[in-house]
């Protein structure tokens, strides 16, 4: 017997009924040949001309699973891929004090102050995921997918026992995903630009640690975005207020009157997991009737 009633059957094959029936043919098999389908050709799919189609189907898969796996909301976090989990850090301390190079000391003893950082975000990930409901509806942790600061959000949730997401881009320096992302949920691109719009597509809170250049690309990003309405206003919380207003002297821009005076307030600093979250509930919280998950989710 067959799952469907006759009345109910597909009139066309699938796809993938086809990919698979498909028999390799002696004359038109051989390299250079055009006899295979377009989706099952890896060579086409992959020229130039192909890029407008590979960038609708890297943001489709992910939309797609997501919405599958039943994900709404979620709480994103970026920072450093460089720190380090405050055991890893003080081991490595601990190696580098055994030799006599000054250099690697420095960096060693800087990256145990820069732990502090790793352990934050783990216990953020870990807030988040005991508390899913706080903000009105589901919502789950999502990082960048790889280690530093992505790992510990990951790890936060993995250790409070709830599901978190990484989407993870290629790059050659990095071997893998962090082992702390629920399978389900972890995504690879190939493109920065579809990576981050699926950052916001469901984000109803943004939580930036300090970092490098790819940080600041993503808090920037965030801030435009913003600052120009094109996306609804969001809780944005940069977390370490010493390092980000050393950083980013955001007087200077307005005093040279490149930003107004109150787009300094399109973000707020934090100096812990805690405050950081107390923060995000507050904006959700019945005090504030015009911003709630379901409203900011929108964009």
């Known amino acids: ?14 796809a993938e009924d086809e990919a698979r029936a498909v028999q ?11 006899f295979r389908m377009a989706f099952t050709d890896t060579e086409f799919l992959l020229r130039d001309e192909l890029r407008p189609v590979r960038l609708q189907l890297e943001l489709l898969k992910a ?5 599958e796996q039943g994900v709404e909301s979620s709480v994103v ?42 352990e934050e975000a783990r216990r953020f990930g870990e807030l988040v995921t005991r508390e899913p409901d706080a903000l ?10 790889g280690p530093g600061i992505m790992e510990a959000g990951n790890r ?38 579809i990576r981050k719009m699926h950052f916001l597509m469901r984000a109803v809170a943004l939580v930036s640690f300090p970092g490098g250049f790819g940080t600041l690309d993503e808090l920037f990003e965030v801030l435009t975005l913003t600052q120009t309405r094109k ?39 934090a100096e812990t997991a805690e405050e950081a979250w107390d923060a995000i509930k507050a904006a959700y919280s019945g005090d504030n009737p015009g911003l709630t998950a379901r409203q900011v989710k929108g964009g």
């Open 1 to 14: 017997m067959t799952d469907k009633s006759p009345i109910r059957a597909r009139n066309f094959p699938s």
């Open 24 to 34: 390799p043919h002696g004359r038109y098999d051989g390299p250079g040949s055009a």
């Open 63 to 67: 939309e797609l699973i997501q919405q």
């Open 77 to 118: 976090v970026f920072g450093s891929a460089r720190f380090k989990a405050p055991d890893v850090a003080a081991k490595l301390l601990e190696e580098a004090l055994a030799g006599d190079d000054e250099a690697a000391i420095g960096r060693a003893r800087q990256m145990v102050k820069n732990a502090r950082w790793y």
């Open 136 to 145: 009105g509806e589901p919502v789950i942790v999502a990082t960048g997918g």
């Open 156 to 193: 936060g949730a993995f250790e409070a026992g709830g599901r978190s997401m990484g989407m993870s881009i290629f790059l050659p320096f990095e071997e893998a995903p962090n082992p702390y992302i629920s399978p389900e949920l972890c995504f690879q691109f190939h493109y920065f630009a």
């Open 231 to 269: 996306i609804r206003r969001r809780p944005i919380i940069l977390i370490g207020r010493d390092f980000w207003q050393r950083l980013l002297d955001f007087d200077v821009l307005i005093e040279h009157g490149v930003i107004s005076p109150e787009d300094v307030g399109l973000f707020h600093y």
